[in-house]
């Protein structure tokens, strides 16, 4: 069983750059789909992004296309988002999901981390 930490939140003004991280644990994580989703106060958990296994297929939301990246390092067993030109919008908990396959549903992922609160100040 994987388990996830996540770590790298914190308050950013609009239009500045964060860098979350992922760490895994456990011998087979580096076999698992990696996601990051949000979840902003009074609304529901959100898709954000996506990476394949051996990394090179993602996927992105439309809100974030452009700006943010997800990329990772199966030997320190880490993945990384990369967000750039953040808007207040984009306050919200952030959260590394694992799953068995490259999806956008949330119902794929069923290993969790504890979340990273992303603030961002207008």
């Not at 308050?11 to 895994?24: E, I, N, P, T």
């Not at 076999?31 to 051996?54: H, L, S």
């Not at 067993?77 to 952030?94: C, D, E, H, I, R």
């Amino acid at each position: 069983q994987v388990q996830l930490v996540e770590s790298g939140g914190g308050l950013v003004q609009a239009g500045g750059s964060l860098r979350l991280s992922c760490a895994a644990s456990g011998r087979t994580a580096s076999t698992y789909a990696m996601g990051w989703f949000r979840q902003a106060p009074g609304k529901e958990r959100e898709f954000v992004t996506a990476i394949r296994c051996r990394g090179g297929s993602t996927y992105y939301a439309d809100s974030v296309k452009g700006r943010f990246t997800i990329s990772r390092d199966n030997a320190k067993n880490t993945v990384y988002l990369q967000m750039n030109s953040l808007k207040p919008a984009g306050t919200a908990n952030y959260y590394c999901a694992a799953g068995r396959h490259l999806a956008r549903k949330l119902a794929v992922f069923a290993t969790w981390g504890q979340g990273a609160q992303v603030t961002v100040s207008s």
